[in-house]
């Protein structure tokens, strides 16, 4: 597991951008994986990585979490990461697929099984943030999805938020590569309780045999040991 402070967010998204970047010219020559994070954090490391040097013909983006709204609604990750990225360069996109009356139970199952077709027997990259309260995809404390340890994507009802889609534990812990995007005074106190190995759901992630990269401002990183 490694740190990298960067020393504002418009550093950390050039930082970000460059590293994830490199890790996906580490697959040259076959199709690489790679999940998107949602929030607002990622958008301006989405924003320089579409002017980077990557073939995005060989890449299959999709989602480590979505709201349950339709793909063109504000709140949409699926809306914020082609508005960014997606809709700049040729990489493959498998999305969600939000329909009316369509149950996201449903949607959760069939996305499981479409990851499963773009994936080389693992995830290559998976790019995640963390909100305050240390949840990282849609797995937020106290959730159901948290005890799930059979599916790859699941959906999640989080009170006050609604109906989420999010990969579990057990799939982001197949990852090879796993990279968290965090800015931000507000987030400063629970990365360093995460990164202490308080119970958080974003303490869970990483813990196998994946390369865990935590990309953080200076603001986030303001109350970690300097040691
Ligand atoms: C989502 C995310 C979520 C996000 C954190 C941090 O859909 O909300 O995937 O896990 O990464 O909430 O969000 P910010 O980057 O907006 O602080």
């Known amino acids: 597991m490694r740190i990298i402070v960067s020393e504002g967010p418009v550093e950390l998204a050039d930082r970000a951008a460059s590293h994830i970047a490199e890790l996906i010219s580490t697959y040259e020559g076959r199709r690489v994986s790679l999940g998107l994070a949602g929030g607002s954090t990622p958008r301006a490391t989405y924003e320089q990585l579409r002017n980077t040097e990557v073939d995005w013909t060989a890449v299959d983006c999709w989602l480590s979490d979505e709201r349950w709204v339709p793909r063109d609604d504000p709140d949409s990750n699926s809306r914020m990461a082609r508005l960014a990225l997606l809709d700049h360069v040729p990489a493959v996109f498998h999305d969600i697929g939000w329909r009316k009356k369509r149950l996201p139970q449903a949607a959760a ?85 995460v990164l202490n190995g308080e119970p958080f759901p974003s303490t869970l992630v990483g813990r196998g045999h994946s390369d865990v990269t935590w990309l953080v401002d200076e603001a986030a990183a303001a109350e970690l040991d300097p040691s």
Request: aromatic content about 8%; charged content about 20%; glycine content about 12%.
């Open 109 to 193: 199952q069939e996305y499981s099984a479409k990851l499963e077709t773009i994936f080389d027997e693992a995830p290559d990259i998976v790019l995640l943030g963390m909100g305050e309260d240390g949840h990282t995809a849609s797995l937020f404390p106290g959730t159901d999805a948290l005890e799930d340890t059979s599916s790859g994507y699941i959906a999640n009802f989080v009170p006050g938020k609604g109906w989420r889609l999010t990969a579990t534990l057990g799939l982001l812990n197949r990852a090879r590569h796993l990279v968290f995007l965090v800015a931000g005074t507000g987030k400063a106190g629970v990365l360093s309780r």
